[in-house]
């Protein structure tokens, strides 16, 4: 007589659920790459713009008022942040809270799959995308510039990864705070410009006067645009701005999970 042995139920809903969260990774992923426009703002935009700046010719000089660095050499770690940006604020909330508004999360929530398996697939292709533009910018930088690349590169990369988590984490604050798809493009271009510039886009932090750099520099890209620089140069990145980065991420999460509603 022969016996068929089964897992016990718990790890059958585990494998389940293991396989539904696959199936939706793959599935959301074919609908990122259906989009075009967001794949655009988040993997190209932040390049495009470092490679207009860069072909001005006073930008490629030494500035004493960015410490006797040129100008394309201190917006390199400005277009790595700006992918980040585009990517928590401007992409990932719209299609988070678009599917809420359709009750797809309080549809999914009947099923094995469960409706954080979307959101963790939402917020994975997002921080991938934004650390590919994030390559591409260091890539083009130091081929057409000859901008160098980070000289302290475990910093670098510890850096570039908490920035990343803040914007999720940002992005996924948005989406809570957010009824509607309207709601999250409203709420996301509210904050998006405040980040933008304490990222440096329109002036980077080293250039802004002292006051205004200290207070910036508490704003979770300010922090990590320092960072970056300071990594860039063949230092570790300062513990505060590494410091006020990790804060800033578990505040962020701890609000978004507080207000988050699948339904």
Same mark, same amino acid.
Do not use: C
């Given at each position: ?30 609908? =990122? ?10 993997? #190209? ?13 006073? =930008? ?18 400005? $277009? ?6 585009? %990517? +928590? ?13 359709? !009750? ?17 697939? @939402?917020? +994975?292709? /997002? ?6 533009? %994030? *390559?591409?910018?260091?890539? #083009?930088?130091?081929?057409?510039? /000859?901008?160098? *690349?980070? /000289?302290?590169?475990?910093?670098? $990369? *510890?850096? *570039? ?5 803040? $914007? ?14 309207? #709601? ?16 440096? #886009?329109?002036?980077?932090? @080293? ?14 890209? !300010?922090?990590? $645009? @320092? ?6 140069? +063949?230092?570790?990145? !300062?513990?505060? /701005?590494?410091?006020?980065? %990790? ?17």
């Amino acid at each position: 007589m022969t016996t068929t042995l089964t897992p016990p139920r718990p790890a059958r809903a585990a494998r389940t659920t293991r396989t539904a969260a696959v199936a939706v990774l793959k599935t959301e992923t074919k609908l =990122f790459r259906r989009e075009p426009a967001g794949l655009f703002w988040i993997m #190209v935009f932040p390049t495009v713009l470092l490679v207009v700046l860069g072909s001005i010719p006073g =930008f490629r000089d030494p500035d004493k008022a960015l410490g006797g660095i040129r100008f394309v050499d201190a917006y390199v770690p400005v $277009a790595v942040l700006l992918s980040m940006i585009m %990517a +928590g604020l401007q992409a990932m909330p719209p299609v988070i809270t678009g599917y809420r508004e359709r !009750g797809i999360l309080r549809r999914m929530s009947a099923t094995p799959v469960r409706p954080s398996a979307l959101l963790g697939a @939402q917020m +994975g292709l /997002h921080g991938a995308a934004a650390l590919i533009s %994030a *390559l591409l910018s260091l890539t #083009v930088g130091r081929l057409a510039f /000859h901008v160098a *690349l980070p /000289h302290q590169l475990f910093g670098y $990369a *510890l850096a *570039l990864l908490l920035a990343v988590l803040s $914007a999720l984490a940002l992005g996924a604050l948005v989406s809570a705070l957010s009824r509607t798809s309207k #709601v999250a493009n409203a709420i996301g271009s509210a904050v998006f410009f405040p980040m933008m510039f304490s990222a440096g #886009v329109w002036l980077p932090v @080293q250039a802004m006067p002292d006051t205004l750099g200290r207070i910036v520099e508490l704003l979770p890209f !300010g922090a990590a $645009a @320092q960072a970056l620089t300071e990594a860039a140069a +063949g230092s570790w990145p !300062g513990w505060d /701005h590494l410091g006020i980065l %990790a804060l800033w991420t578990v505040l962020l999460s701890a609000a978004a999970t507080r207000w988050f509603r699948w339904e």
